[in-house]
């Protein structure tokens, strides 16, 4: 069943990633969407049955690169790894941690709070450090003081974020879940972006694009995964459960 | 080695359920048979049809007790593989049968297990073809591409291509129109005629098991309630209804007018005709006077982008107080017609008016707390994670204050039998109750108008009485229910009107007595119900046309008098 | 049988020469042009790829005004394209056109963010937007010309497990049945009285999590239904066939193909290189 399960999780995740980058396209990035829908069906998903996920992940956006995006058969085979390890890092994560998977919310206010403090916490993070490499580094004051400031106001933010997601529910669970969050955006960031614009065969967008791609692809998967993802693993863990679909190790 | 299958005290209890779907079912299968299970929904018809194959418990988590053992192999021991090779299965919904792109590749893969060279392959492939009545045009085809009735064809093709010495069916017609139904029982007929396999037919509809079954075994709860030859089951009419199964009409009937065990259609006309041919003077009370119009449609055109023009010039008025069935053939217009009246499509041409007003002129929310619409399959229409929030969901759209929301939601459990299921995820709901969830979550909206898109397709006899009845009274609350249904028989007892869509267009509207005996039937493709065609056949006056085995006892009964 | 792309959006390789050709041969040959890729450097290399992967398409019975469904990608990447050079950077040559935007006066030297658009910078932009049009012809010429059955065949010639060879076709059959269902559970919100144009975008977001719901929820009871109808078959995940049926040989004209796509992988490498 797992096999099945496997094809049509890609099926989803392929026809929500041509919607999304439809719908909320990035300018210039083909592919990258700014609210990449798709990665609510199998972030979740390897969190649920491990590296079929990460393959629906990964299979979808291939096929993404070749339609609509016009990447070439090269191109998305590399690039599509970026949904691989977006897939991995909170399947990694949960099972480094041995979290239960409890998704019982105890506390609905905090549940609903949590992605708007983790996910602007996060993003305040990134820019500050993204000013402070891109100018901050060379040119010192201004940019310095406002890396700093950035840095304090999402570190703020992101610490009420992890009280909140303690408070949510099984601590264990919702940890992992902030953690999986952050994780999973900056890593497959990093691959996607990197892949887009600085090595591939070859890259399709000159590097000069990486920092507005990468962000542009960080601050959209961080929102698609403290808000759907995090609501689907409340709805539908305990259907996972209970029809024998959910995976503790990797493969089975 | 006399039974194909048999299966002894199993008792069989589904991961995660606290109930026991088979509890110490006993049944046995005699070689080359036709065996009718028969079954209210839940009754664990389908649960017996993997355990004959071995799939429980082998492949589903759950816990087992007892013996099966299917053509001397013990599905306990023998593998499915093995199993497999011997015996072959067809599942109700042909969708989820298919995994291949062709026709051809569907059949081959099947036929991959039992590693036979390539030309027998071919050669299978293209015999069991024209057993079903499909010829050699079709292995090209997608299966996506076929009619319901072409889809379970090839579905059974799959199955019969392997020349399986135990062949079980289960509910091979439950989820097709008449016209595909027909076209199933045609293959069906033709497989009994020439193959010589022992069949486990899993059926709701009487009249097929009266064809073709040779024994039929009736579950309840997971036990073997009764279990004999059909003309003896049949004949106890009230324990089969207690078992949520009807028998045919004419075994009603029979057993009304003390005619003795009959099951079919024939024997019925030969014991009535000497009493009662040619009966002319009878006439059935009929509800004429509705209430005001809530919704009317007016000249209305529906083009889909592909250019498929579903609706060409339709006019139709629905009042309160009226239950209307929408029948006809599939892509007739019917869900497009109801999308149409319930403001989800927008006409290309012509008007609709809901409550006199425009459609165009109301926003969504209001629309559709004016006409609700309930899907075919409620799968596409619960949202949420327990059976509570699924019909509060409307509510908190609309910002009604939480006390008005449980109290609507109370009422709305309440009336379709769902109370103490509120903290139950939908998902493991049955399907019966996942329909009736569907019906709650849209009732709890208070339309005016109710839309249910076809709710009887693979539900037992039972559910659907139920079901009706419960339409029936929204009715009397002085609203009007409009439902797209094939169930010619059933809508015949409960609606006041039916209308008959084809290609696009109204061909009949009028009361159900008035349409079953106008040309309309044969133009639209409808079933009579059995009791109909029993007094058609007997020559009963075209004014005397009971829809009921209570008013065809009822005529019978004048008549002697 | 229609392909991917026409499955998709329509588009259909139309030379029956061509599609009569062996999956490995019709893969090789946009795989050929992709390894191209990165030796087409320059604006004339990038070009003379364009040509090449233009004629494929054409050789293929692909309209070229397929393309057509690509000009939002286009236009986008290239104005992107060109504003990197510009806007993110600075390439020497030939000074044609420049602006500061923004001047700040910082702790270690003073901060300009200008436009500046030189000679160069426009010939690194049309190698790149000359590059984008063969990757986009390259992926037509894949997908409008391979359907699901080639692969689907394709796995079980090579005697891919059945779990590989099912997989794959399923992943097609889903699309299909996913898209309608898509659609149809946005309806059924819209029932209910959600009403898509008018939601604020944050909340129309939110919506979507509810929609996902009942997709997934699909997605594992139709998981559920056609593992049993796949195990009712004997077909087990990890065995493979046996009857040689998928009989899917490579003639003459398929390893002329073959050739042809290494050899043009080899001309630009040698080119470009």
Same mark, same amino acid.
């Given at each position: 069943?797992?096999?099945?399960?496997?094809?049509?999780?890609?099926?989803?995740?392929?026809?929500?990633?041509?919607?999304?980058?439809?719908?909320?396209?990035?300018?210039?990035?083909?592919?990258?969407?700014?609210?990449?829908?798709?990665?609510?069906?199998?972030?979740?998903?390897?969190?649920?049955?491990?590296?079929?996920?990460?393959?629906?992940?990964?299979?979808?956006?291939?096929?993404?690169?070749?339609?609509?995006?016009?990447?070439?058969?090269?191109?998305?085979?590399?690039?599509?790894?970026?949904?691989?390890?977006?897939?991995?890092?909170?399947?990694?994560?949960?099972?480094?941690?041995?979290?239960?998977?409890?998704?019982?919310?105890?506390?609905?206010?905090?549940?609903?709070?949590?992605?708007?403090?983790?996910?602007?916490?996060?993003?305040?993070?990134?820019?500050?450090?993204?000013?402070?490499?891109?100018?901050?580094?060379?040119?010192?004051?201004?940019?310095?003081?406002?890396?700093?400031?950035?840095?304090?106001?999402?570190?703020?933010?992101?610490?009420?974020?992890?009280?909140?997601?303690?408070?949510?529910?099984?601590?264990?669970?919702?940890?992992?879940?902030?953690?999986?969050?952050?994780?999973?955006?900056?890593?497959?960031?990093?691959?996607?972006?990197?892949?887009?614009?600085?090595?591939?065969?070859?890259?399709?967008?000159?590097?000069?694009?990486?920092?507005?791609?990468?962000?542009?692809?960080?601050?959209?998967?961080?929102?698609?995964?403290?808000?759907?993802?995090?609501?689907?693993?409340?709805?539908?863990?305990?259907?996972?459960?209970?029809?024998?679909?959910?995976?503790?190790?990797?493969?089975? | 080695?006399?039974?194909?299958?048999?299966?002894?005290?199993?008792?069989?209890?589904?991961?995660?359920?606290?109930?026991?779907?088979? +509890?110490?079912?006993?049944?046995?299968?005699?070689?080359?048979?036709?065996?009718?299970?028969?079954?209210?929904?839940?009754?664990?018809?389908?649960?017996?049809?993997?355990?004959?194959t071995?799939?429980?418990?082998?492949?589903?988590?759950?816990?087992?007790?007892?013996?099966?053992?299917?053509?001397?192999?013990?599905?306990?021991?023998?593998?499915?593989?093995?199993i497999a090779k011997r015996a072959a299965i067809v599942?109700?919904?042909?969708?989820?049968?298919? /995994?291949?792109?062709?026709?051809?590749?569907?059949?081959?893969?099947a036929?991959?297990?039992?590693?036979?060279?390539?030309?027998?392959?071919?050669?299978?492939?293209?015999?069991?073809?024209?057993?079903?009545?499909?010829?050699?045009?079709?292995?090209?085809?997608?299966?996506?591409?076929?009619?319901?009735?072409?889809?379970?064809?090839?579905a059974i093709?799959a199955a019969v291509a392997r020349e399986p010495e135990l062949l079980i069916l289960?509910?091979?017609?439950?989820?097709?129109?008449?016209?595909?139904?027909?076209?199933?029982?045609?293959?069906?007929? +033709?497989?009994?005629?020439?193959?010589?396999t022992?069949v486990?037919?899993?059926? &709701?509809?009487?009249?097929?098991?009266?064809?073709?079954?040779?024994?039929?075994?009736?579950?309840?709860?997971?036990?073997?309630?009764?279990?004999?030859?059909?003309?003896?089951?049949?004949?106890?009419?009230?324990?089969?209804?207690?078992?949520?199964?009807?028998?045919?009409?004419?075994?009603?009937?029979?057993?009304?007018?003390?005619?003795?065990?009959?099951?079919?259609?024939?024997?019925?006309?030969?014991?009535?005709?000497?009493?009662?041919?040619?009966?002319?003077? &009878?006439?059935?009370?009929?509800?004429?006077?509705?209430?005001?119009?809530?919704?009317?449609?007016?000249?209305?055109?529906?083009?889909?982008?592909?250019?498929?023009?579903?609706?060409?010039?339709?006019?139709?008025?629905?009042?309160?107080?009226?239950?209307?069935?929408?029948?006809?053939?599939?892509?007739?217009?019917?869900?497009?017609?109801?999308?149409?009246?319930?403001?989800?499509?927008?006409?290309?041409?012509?008007?609709?008016?809901?409550?006199?007003?425009?459609?165009?002129?109301?926003?969504?929310?209001?629309?559709?707390?004016?006409?609700?619409?309930?899907?075919?399959?409620?799968?596409?229409?619960?949202?949420?994670?327990?059976?509570?929030?699924?019909?509060?969901?409307?509510?908190?759209?609309?910002?009604?204050?939480?006390?008005? /929301?449980?109290?609507?939601?109370?009422?709305?459990?309440?009336?379709?039998?769902?109370?103490?299921?509120?903290?139950?995820?939908?998902?493991?709901?049955?399907?019966?109750?996942?329909?009736?969830?569907?019906?709650?979550?849209?009732?709890?909206?208070?339309?005016?108008?109710?839309?249910?898109?076809?709710?009887?397709?693979?539900?037992?006899? +039972?559910?659907?009485?139920?079901?009706?009845?419960?339409?029936?009274?929204?009715?009397?609350?002085?609203?009007?229910?409009?439902?797209?249904? &094939?169930?010619?028989?059933?809508?015949?007892?409960?609606?006041?009107?039916?209308?008959?869509?084809?290609?696009?267009?109204?061909?009949?509207?009028?009361?159900?007595? +008035?349409?079953?005996?106008?040309?309309?039937?044969?133009?639209?493709?409808?079933?009579?119900?059995?009791?109909?065609?029993?007094?058609?056949?007997?020559?009963?006056?075209?004014?005397?046309?009971?829809?009921?085995?209570?008013?065809?006892?009822?005529?019978?009964?004048?008549?002697?008098? | 049988?229609?392909?991917?792309?026409?499955?998709?959006?329509?588009?259909?390789?139309?030379?029956?020469?061509?599609?009569?050709?062996?999956?490995?041969?019709?893969?090789?040959?946009?795989?050929?042009?992709?390894?191209?890729?990165?030796?087409?450097?320059?604006?004339?290399?990038?070009?003379?790829?364009?040509?090449?992967?233009?004629?494929?398409?054409? @050789?293929?019975?692909?309209?070229?005004?397929?393309?057509?469904?690509?000009?939002?990608?286009?236009?986008?990447?290239?104005?992107?394209?060109?504003?990197?050079?510009?806007?993110?950077?600075?390439?020497?040559?030939?000074?044609?056109?420049?602006?500061?935007?923004?001047?700040?006066?910082?702790?270690?030297?003073?901060?300009?963010?200008?436009?500046?658009?030189?000679?160069?910078?426009?010939?690194?932009?049309?190698?790149?937007?000359?590059?984008?049009?063969?990757?986009?012809?390259?992926?037509?010429?894949?997908?409008?010309?391979?359907?699901?059955?080639?692969?689907?065949?394709?796995? $079980?010639?090579?005697?891919?497990?059945?779990?590989?060879?099912?997989?794959?076709?399923?992943?097609?059959?889903?699309?299909?049945?996913?898209?309608?269902? $898509?659609?149809?559970?946005?309806? @059924?919100?819209?029932?209910?009285?959600?009403?898509?144009?008018?939601?604020?975008?944050?909340?129309?977001?939110?919506?979507?999590?509810?929609?996902?719901?009942?997709?997934?929820?699909?997605?594992?009871?139709?998981?559920?239904?056609?593992?049993?109808?796949?195990?009712s078959r004997g077909?087990?995940?990890?065995?493979?066939?046996?009857?040689?049926?998928?009989?899917?040989?490579?003639?003459?004209?398929?390893?002329?193909?073959?050739?042809?796509?290494?050899?043009?992988?080899?001309?630009?490498?040698?080119?470009?290189?």
């Amino acid at each position: 069943m797992h096999i099945v399960t496997f094809a049509f999780a890609t099926a989803i995740s392929y026809v929500l990633a041509v919607v999304s980058s439809l719908i909320f396209p990035v300018l210039g990035a083909p592919g990258v969407s700014a609210l990449y829908v798709a990665a609510a069906i199998y972030v979740p998903l390897g969190i649920w049955m491990g590296l079929w996920g990460c393959m629906a992940g990964y299979i979808s956006c291939f096929f993404l690169g070749l339609y609509p995006s016009g990447y070439s058969l090269v191109q998305s085979f590399v690039w599509s790894w970026a949904d691989f390890i977006e897939a991995f890092v909170p399947a990694l994560i949960y099972r480094a941690l041995k979290a239960d998977l409890d998704f019982t919310v105890k506390r609905p206010r905090a549940a609903k709070l949590l992605p708007l403090f983790v996910s602007s916490g996060s993003i305040f993070l990134l820019l500050g450090i993204a000013i402070q490499v891109l100018w901050g580094a060379t040119y010192g004051e201004p940019f310095t003081t406002i890396y700093a400031a950035m840095v304090y106001i999402g570190t703020a933010l992101a610490a009420v974020g992890i009280i909140l997601g303690l408070l949510a529910g099984n601590a264990r669970t919702w940890m992992a879940q902030i953690l999986s969050i952050i994780g999973a955006g900056l890593c497959s960031g990093l691959w996607g972006a990197g892949t887009l614009t600085i090595f591939n065969f070859p890259p399709p967008l000159p590097a000069e694009l990486f920092w507005p791609v990468f962000i542009g692809w960080v601050l959209g998967d961080f929102i698609v995964l403290s808000v759907i993802s995090t609501a689907l693993l409340v709805a539908l863990t305990p259907v996972f459960k209970r029809t024998g679909l959910l995976v503790r190790g990797w493969w089975a | 080695m006399s039974k194909a299958a048999v299966v002894e005290n199993v008792w069989w209890k589904y991961e995660g359920r606290s109930d026991y779907a088979l +509890r110490g079912l006993s049944l046995e299968v005699e070689r080359g048979e036709v065996l009718a299970v028969m079954g209210h929904s839940g009754a664990g018809k389908t649960t017996l049809a993997l355990t004959l194959t071995g799939i429980i418990p082998q492949r589903v988590p759950g816990a087992f007790k007892g013996r099966v053992e299917v053509l001397g192999m013990s599905t306990l021991k023998a593998d499915v593989t093995e199993i497999a090779k011997r015996a072959a299965i067809v599942f109700e919904d042909p969708e989820i049968q298919f /995994v291949m792109s062709t026709v051809e590749d569907e059949i081959a893969l099947a036929l991959e297990p039992l590693r036979i060279g390539r030309e027998e392959m071919r050669e299978r492939i293209v015999w069991s073809l024209e057993l079903v009545g499909l010829d050699k045009s079709f292995l090209d085809r997608s299966p996506l591409q076929l009619s319901g009735g072409e889809k379970q064809r090839v579905a059974i093709a799959a199955a019969v291509a392997r020349e399986p010495e135990l062949l079980i069916l289960d509910e091979p017609t439950s989820d097709l129109d008449p016209a595909g139904k027909e076209e199933v029982v045609a293959a069906i007929r +033709r497989l009994r005629d020439e193959l010589d396999t022992t069949v486990v037919l899993i059926e &709701h509809e009487p009249e097929y098991v009266a064809e073709f079954a040779d024994r039929v075994a009736v579950l309840k709860e997971g036990r073997a309630a009764l279990d004999g030859e059909p003309g003896e089951v049949f004949s106890k009419v009230d324990e089969l209804k207690g078992c949520g199964v009807y028998p045919p009409e004419v075994s009603e009937i029979s057993a009304n007018l003390g005619l003795g065990p009959l099951y079919r259609f024939d024997q019925a006309f030969e014991l009535l005709k000497a009493s009662v041919k040619g009966f002319r003077n &009878h006439s059935f009370e009929e509800r004429n006077s509705f209430g005001s119009t809530l919704v009317e449609c007016r000249d209305v055109h529906f083009t889909y982008p592909n250019g498929v023009r579903a609706l060409k010039g339709v006019s139709l008025v629905i009042l309160s107080g009226e239950l209307v069935a929408l029948v006809g053939p599939n892509g007739g217009g019917k869900t497009t017609l109801a999308k149409v009246m319930g403001g989800l499509l927008k006409p290309s041409a012509g008007e609709v008016r809901v409550l006199g007003r425009r459609v165009e002129e109301y926003d969504r929310l209001t629309l559709s707390s004016l006409v609700g619409y309930v899907y075919q399959n409620p799968d596409h229409q619960i949202f949420n994670k327990s059976v509570y929030e699924e019909v509060a969901f409307g509510l908190r759209l609309r910002r009604l204050p939480e006390k008005e /929301v449980r109290e609507r939601v109370s009422r709305a459990l309440e009336l379709f039998e769902l109370k103490g299921l509120e903290g139950e995820h939908p998902f493991f709901l049955s399907k019966g109750e996942k329909r009736r969830l569907a019906l709650a979550s849209v009732y709890a909206l208070d339309p005016k108008v109710l839309i249910v898109d076809e709710p009887t397709t693979g539900q037992d006899m +039972r559910f659907n009485e139920i079901l009706f009845t419960a339409l029936k009274k929204l009715t009397d609350e002085g609203r009007a229910v409009v439902v797209i249904t &094939h169930s010619i028989p059933l809508a015949a007892r409960y609606a006041d009107r039916f209308v008959v869509v084809k290609d696009g267009k109204i061909i009949a509207s009028g009361s159900p007595r +008035r349409v079953l005996t106008s040309p309309a039937v044969e133009e639209g493709k409808l079933t009579k119900p059995q009791v109909l065609r029993l007094a058609q056949a007997l020559g009963f006056d075209t004014n005397v046309a009971p829809l009921s085995v209570e008013e065809f006892v009822k005529v019978v009964e004048v008549a002697r008098a | 049988m229609p392909t991917i792309l026409g499955e998709l959006a329509g588009i259909e390789a139309k030379s029956k020469r061509y599609m009569g050709l062996h999956v490995l041969a019709k893969i090789v040959i946009p795989l050929s042009i992709s390894l191209s890729l990165p030796f087409a450097k320059e604006p004339p290399q990038a070009l003379a790829l364009v040509a090449v992967s233009a004629a494929a398409c054409v @050789a293929a019975g692909i309209p070229l005004s397929a393309v057509k469904k690509y000009v939002a990608v286009i236009v986008s990447m290239s104005a992107f394209i060109v504003l990197a050079f510009s806007l993110f950077t600075y390439i020497p040559g030939r000074v044609l056109y420049e602006a500061t935007l923004w001047k700040v006066q910082a702790e270690k030297g003073v901060f300009e963010w200008k436009i500046a658009v030189t000679d160069a910078s426009l010939s690194y932009s049309a190698a790149f937007i000359f590059r984008i049009f063969a990757m986009i012809l390259s992926a037509t010429l894949l997908l409008a010309s391979v359907t699901d059955r080639d692969l689907v065949w394709g796995f $079980f010639s090579l005697r891919m497990p059945f779990g590989v060879c099912v997989a794959a076709s399923l992943f097609f059959r889903g699309i299909h049945l996913f898209v309608s269902d $898509f659609y149809t559970i946005r309806e @059924a919100m819209s029932a209910r009285g959600v009403d898509f144009e008018r939601t604020p975008l944050a909340k129309r977001f939110m919506l979507y999590a509810n929609a996902l719901t009942p997709l997934l929820s699909l997605m594992i009871t139709r998981s559920y239904e056609v593992s049993m109808a796949l195990e009712s078959r004997g077909i087990a995940p990890g065995s493979r066939s046996a009857s040689g049926y998928h009989l899917y040989r490579m003639r003459r004209s398929d390893y002329a193909a073959v050739a042809a796509g290494i050899a043009l992988t080899l001309a630009f490498v040698a080119w470009g290189g």
